[in-house]
Nanobody, 126 residues
Framework: QVQLVESGGGLVQAGGSLRLSCAAS????????MGWFRQAPGKEREFVAA????????AYGDSVKGRFTISRENAKNTVYLQMNSLKPEDTAVYYC???????????????????WGQGTQVTVSA
């Protein structure tokens, strides 16, 4: 069992930056691959980024490549999402998620993750 809590969301101007954090409790995050997803009103939950348990491999959704960076500090039981060059279309609720490590590519589908945080709102104004 692992519990996840996101923080760091808020209001930001287009072109600005924001860093989201996901803190875990109940079990160390080193047991899990981690992902970030986002969901805008009326839209499906969208894959943003993922990182292996060891931090040695990452993956990104096409819409955020070159702008967002996922990282983790297992000793602090925390995963981060650094968001730069933000656009109004980045506005969404952002969720972190945990999945037991698996062979092959990092998972990018909602159904592949077992544990989810409550989400944090990110709003980007034009």
């Amino acid at each position: 069992q692992v519990q996840l809590v996101e923080s760091g969301g808020g209001l930001v101007q287009a072109g600005g930056s924001l860093r989201l954090s996901c803190a875990a409790s109940g079990r160390t995050l080193s047991y899990y691959d981690m992902g970030w997803f986002r969901q805008a009103p009326g839209k499906e939950r969208e894959f943003v980024a993922a990182i292996k348990w060891s931090g040695t491999s990452t993956a990104y959704g096409d819409s955020v490549k070159g702008r967002f960076t996922i990282s983790r500090e297992n000793a602090k039981n925390t995963v981060y999402l650094q968001m730069n060059s933000l656009k109004p279309e980045d506005t969404a609720v952002y969720y972190c998620a945990a999945d037991s490590p698996r062979w092959g590519p990092l998972p990018s589908r909602v159904v592949e993750y077992d544990y989810w945080g409550q989400g944090t709102q990110v709003t980007v104004s034009a």
